[in-house]
T-cell receptor, first 111, second 115 residues
Framework: DTGVSQDPRHKITKRGQNVTFRCDPISEHNRLYWYRQTLGQGPEFLTYFQNEAQLEKSRLLSDRFSAERPKGSFSTLEIQRTEQGDSAMYLC?????????FGPGTRLTVL | GESVGLHLPTLSVQEGDNSIINCAYSNSASDYFIWYKQESGKGPQFIIDIRSNMDKRQGQRVTVLLNKTVKHLSLQIAATQPGDSAVYFCAEPQNYGGSQGNLIFGKGTKLSVKP
């Protein structure tokens, strides 16, 4: 499968714990995006990389969130000191031009 | 301001009928739109896109129509099948003029196909 992959697919954690998600984009895509989606809503933008440079962050990305794309390939999204409000689907997308292609998402549940 | 929204939250159609899902946008400078299909528990799946220099674009069983005069686009699905049951989103880039910005999504329309 040459699409966007995400790991893990599901994560259950206790409030206050740190979690890290991984995204592997489509191999030739230089742009990588993170979104968050809550039930019944469309995805909301979190942050965006072009190669290894993080070019944009939304106001949703509090200081507990950090994202990296160290070699311009895969990316990680870390959430520190998780809160129940962080429970959501975290989606990764990649693009070469304007069309963005999404991965299957990581479902986070914070207890 | 920038917004992408959908007229109807739910749509129920009979298998074999055509489906039409609508979307309105507010910014006349919007120049690119994408339709996604999202099945339960999965990520959004790219269906089709259209640039503002086009009024219509066709794919396999799908057609997107863009009316820039009234800032409206629609997704038409021909001969709807049970596998088409999903939530459909229209989306547009937040930044315009060819930049590769993040997408803004509407709330989505849930399509249910009755056998």
């Amino acid at each position: 499968d040459t699409g966007v992959s995400q790991d893990p697919r599901h994560k259950i954690t206790k409030r206050g714990q740190n979690v890290t998600f991984r995204c592997d984009p489509i191999s030739e895509h230089n742009r990588l995006y993170w979104y968050r989606q809550t039930l019944g809503q469309g995805p909301e933008f979190l942050t965006y990389f072009q190669n290894e440079a993080q070019l944009e962050k939304s106001r949703l990305l509090s200081d507990r969130f950090s994202a990296e794309r160290p070699k311009g390939s895969f990316s990680t999204l870390e959430i520190q000191r998780t809160e129940q409000g962080d429970s959501a689907m975290y989606l990764c997308a990649s693009s070469l031009d304007r069309a963005q292609f999404f991965g299957p998402g990581t479902r986070l549940t914070v207890l | 301001g920038e917004s992408v929204g959908l007229h109807l939250p739910t749509l129920s159609v009979q298998e074999g009928d055509n489906s039409i899902i609508n979307c309105a946008y507010s910014n006349s400078a919007s120049d690119y739109f994408i339709w996604y299909k999202q099945e339960s528990g999965k990520g959004p799946q790219f269906i089709i896109d259209i640039r503002s220099n086009m009024d219509k674009r066709q794919g396999q069983r799908v057609t997107v129509l863009l009316n820039k005069t009234v800032k409206h686009l629609s997704l038409q699905i021909a001969a709807t099948q049970p596998g088409d049951s999903a939530v459909y989103f229209c989306a547009e880039p937040q930044n315009y003029g060819g930049s590769q910005g993040n997408l803004i999504f509407g709330k989505g329309t849930k399509l249910s196909v009755k056998p």
